[in-house]
């Protein structure tokens, strides 16, 4: 059972996704309009211990973020 205590301390559900970009160029782009938007992120660089070459940007993390802002910014994208 969830108090009113306990409900101010957990963090509100949350969401994630996984998109695709068709290169680095868009992931760019889509890395600088979340910036502007002010939202939380972290891109990911291999640090090319495969077959992927080093320094080669492979994701875009986002958030937290409220649902309703991930989804203006990536509903464009194809789900993976």
């Known amino acids: 059972r969830r108090d009113a ?8 559900p949350a969401t994630d996704a996984a998109v695709q970009v068709s290169d680095t160029d868009e992931l760019d782009a889509l890395r600088d309009t979340i910036r502007a938007a002010g ?10 211990r495969t ?9 875009l993390g986002i958030g937290p973020a409220p649902v309703h802002l991930f989804e203006a910014l990536t509903s464009h994208l194809k789900l993976m």
């Open 5 to 12: 205590t306990t409900a101010r301390r957990q963090p509100p």
């Open 39 to 48: 939202l939380p992120y972290y891109l990911v660089e291999d640090a090319g």
């Open 51 to 59: 077959q992927i070459a080093p320094g080669s940007k492979t994701v």
